[in-house]
């Protein structure tokens, strides 16, 4: 910064540097020529702290100034002149130094070094600066540096802290008062806060610490204090326990292995063992006694005593009386007592099934029972007793099952077969079963025996077999084939039974004398019912005819008449080579309506007889029979002429009536 100062003259004048905030003060100098310019090199305000050691400095210069028209265009200062001094004036509490200043040269920096004291006031203050040099004269050119004073920090005293609550010392576990930090501070006053715990507890126990620290507001920081303190546990556990199965019986024992669990608890550092658990065996009177630990070591035991267990069964025998056992079929044919007897090596028997009595029945099955003391129970059953006596029944049956005739005979061989039943032991043997033959009074008897060895017998009698049918013949011949009308009568039979007899005479069956073949059966049959036969087979043949002869068409053709007309029918009949000619060897004329062809119409069969002109004849000069058939008188409607013969042969012919 550069500031302008004149010389006014020789007498001395006064430079003022004001420092306020608005830096408008100037330095004044005195010297030869009013053209020179005084500088400094302060840019920005000096900063003092009042009281302290600290300075700060600022240079100060005078330079020659030809542009304002000063005659010495050089410097204010000629050789050989004295140095121009500048007076530095402070304001309070500030120094300068050095003060007064020279300046010996022109364009060189004169530093002058602040200090505020401690009685500096803070804010603005004012500098006055004078000069005299040699021949006088005053510079009333201003050059201003400002300065700006600060007060110092105020007075700081370090805190103190402590630790409240706690002591070194031990505590019980779960009883640990809470830490607190008390702080003490001139300044700031009197604070407090939780300590900080350090120090892992395993299981509630072990040392911690506890610490404060504090910095006051000011950055003082108090000694750190500390308090180390021990948590123990000096509390017993607590042990109880319970037995599974929970109770024993009315006789004080159990019958399955006891559980024993033990439940352990510690308010404090809790537990570290319990028990162990056990199962308690078979035995009597014992005891088992479980322990409870804590981390803290401490201990309190239980005992569980006079526990009594029987695990095992008691045994059980059983004897029968008789004592020779069944028989090789395993049935008594008397009363079966049974006797059980009951033994128990740890607890005693409670109680034991009596004798048992097994009467008739089978197989029948009797369980004893055997219980100790302890509840245990064994069984003993006798199976398999079988006692039977009564006898097995036996009945017979006949085969044919349908028995004799109502003759008293049988026709056929006869079964005796024998059925046995016992509703107990069952059949051992059914024997006695028989195949009758022929003869009269013929009997049989069979046997029952059931498993239990009683017996039943049965006997049947009168029982009439005959076998053998009669014997049998036709009287007199006969013979194997005869023409329709030739059958002579039907031949007579004879016969004879020897043991049973015949219940009638014999009798000839399937004599006829219509076409076609024939069989005699001559039957006979005796008291016994058995039948003897003889047959006889023979023929009765059938005529033979010929026709209708010319002018009827045969073969299936269709014959177109006049409807009204009359139409001669004629014809043969032959009984083997014999032509017949009696009319009484024709059964029959029939027309039936039928459709004709490539039409429908209905059926509608007449059957007519012949009179007068159209009787039926036989031509005896033509050998033929002769039928004049007065056609319908129905136009358009088609027939079927047929002619029976009286043993049961036909022809026919088909007819359109146009």
Not at 57 to 80: E, H, K, L, M, W
Not at 216 to 236: I, K, N, Q, R
Request: charged share 15%.
């Amino acid at each position: 910064m550069e500031r302008m100062l004149k010389r006014a003259g020789m007498a001395a004048s006064v430079a003022l540097l004001t420092i306020a905030g608005v830096l408008g003060s100037t330095l004044v100098a005195q010297a030869d020529t009013l053209q020179d310019t005084i500088g400094d090199t302060v840019a920005d305000a000096l900063v003092l702290e009042a009281g302290s050691q600290a300075t700060a400095s600022a240079g100060i210069r005078v330079i020659g100034n030809a542009a304002q028209q000063d005659p010495d265009p050089g410097c204010n200062i000629d050789a050989g002149e004295s140095a121009l001094v500048l007076d530095v004036i402070t304001p309070t509490g500030i120094t300068a130094t050095p003060d007064p200043l020279s300046i010996t040269a022109c364009g060189t920096d004169f530093p002058v070094v602040f200090k505020a004291g401690a009685n500096a006031v803070s804010g603005t203050v004012t500098v006055v600066v004078t000069s005299s040099p040699a021949g006088g004269g005053t510079y009333v050119n201003h050059v201003s540096i400002p300065i700006t004073v600060t007060q110092p920090p105020p007075a700081n005293t370090k805190p103190t802290v402590s630790v409240q609550g706690v002591i070194a010392g031990t505590y019980e576990i779960g009883s640990v008062p809470a830490a607190t930090c008390a702080v003490s501070d001139t300044e700031d006053g009197p604070s407090s806060f939780p300590a900080a715990i350090s120090g892992t507890l395993v299981h509630g126990l072990g040392t911690q610490t506890a610490t404060c620290d504090h910095t006051d507001t000011g950055g003082l920081a108090a000694d750190t204090a500390t308090v180390t303190y021990t948590v123990g546990d000096t509390g017993l556990p607590t042990i109880s326990h319970v037995l599974s199965p929970a109770n024993a019986n009315a006789n004080g024992w159990y019958r399955t292995n006891v559980g024993v669990a033990f439940t352990c608890a510690d308010s404090g550092s809790g537990i570290q063992s319990c028990g162990p658990d056990t199962v308690l065996s078979e035995g009597a009177d014992q005891s088992y006694t479980g322990t409870a630990t804590d981390w803290a070591g401490n201990s309190t035991l239980d005992t569980v005593s006079n526990v009594d267990i029987d695990t095992t069964i008691p045994e059980i025998t059983s004897s029968l009386t008789p004592g020779d056992g069944p028989n090789p079929h395993g049935w008594y044919r008397a009363a079966v007592v049974i006797d059980f007897e009951c033994t128990d090596d740890l607890s005693g028997i409670e109680s034991c099934t009596g004798d048992t009595t097994i009467g008739q029945g089978g197989p029948v099955s009797s369980t004893g029972t055997a219980t100790d003391r302890a509840g245990n129970t064994a069984e003993a059953t006798v199976t398999g007793i079988r006692v039977d006596t009564s006898a097995p029944e036996i009945t017979a049956t006949l085969t044919p099952g349908d028995g004799p005739n109502s003759n008293g005979w049988y026709n056929k061989p006869v079964h005796v077969g024998f059925t046995c039943n016992d509703a107990l032991s069952g059949i051992d043997t059914c024997e006695g079963d028989v195949d009758l033959g022929e003869g009269e009074n013929l009997s049989a008897t069979g046997t029952a025996t059931d498993l239990a060895g009683n017996v039943t017998e049965r006997e049947v009698s009168d029982i009439d077999i005959d076998l053998t049918a009669p014997d049998v013949a036709f009287s007199g011949a006969f013979g194997s084939a005869y023409s329709f009308g030739d059958v002579p009568p039907a031949p007579s039979c004879t016969a004879d039974d020897e043991l049973s007899g015949l219940v009638s005479p014999c009798v000839v069956s399937g004599y006829g004398t219509g076409v076609g073949e024939h069989t005699l059966t001559a039957t006979a049959t005796d008291r016994a019912g058995n039948v003897a036969t003889q047959t006889l087979h023979y023929t009765v043949l059938a005529w033979n005819l010929a026709g209708f002869f010319n002018p009827v068409d045969m073969g299936g053709v269709w014959n177109t008449v006049k409807n009204g007309s009359t139409v001669p029918l004629k014809f043969e009949v032959f009984s083997g080579a014999t032509e017949l000619t009696s009319t009484a060897a024709i059964d029959r004329f029939t027309v039936v309506s039928t459709a004709c062809p490539g039409a429908s119409a209905a059926t509608d069969p007449i059957e007519f007889t012949t009179t007068g002109a159209t009787a039926l004849r036989y031509d005896a000069t033509a050998g033929q029979f002769v039928q004049n058939w007065a056609t319908p008188k129905k136009a358009g409607t088609c027939v079927v002429v047929t002619m029976t013969t009286d043993d049961g042969s036909s022809i026919a012919a088909k007819f359109i009536l146009k």
